[in-house]
């Protein structure tokens, strides 16, 4: 799910052995809560003014928060650790 969206979406390369549990981990320390949610919708197709009213937020705030969510997941490295390697 969030491999696919990396990579298509924001020409994100994912390293093909991180599975999604660990790369939701990752995403989750990363972002925070309210921009989890808005990945989770953009991801899922849910529908944008529902999501503004359940955060509290309005659409300009939503921009803010998005770009906010392409800068960081530019900025992660998703290659496996190598400590994680086996």
């Given at each position: ?65 998005k ?20």
């Open positions: 799910m969030y491999r696919e969206f990396l990579s298509k979406t924001l020409n994100i390369k994912v390293d093909s052995l991180r599975d999604e549990l660990d790369l939701k981990l990752t995403l989750k320390a990363r972002l925070t809560k309210k921009e989890l949610k808005i990945l989770n919708a953009l991801i899922n197709g849910g529908d944008i003014k529902e999501l503004c009213n359940r955060l509290n937020i309005d659409k300009k705030r939503y921009i803010e928060l770009s906010k969510i392409d800068k960081k997941l530019k900025k992660i490295d998703f290659k496996r650790n190598k400590t994680t390697q086996s």
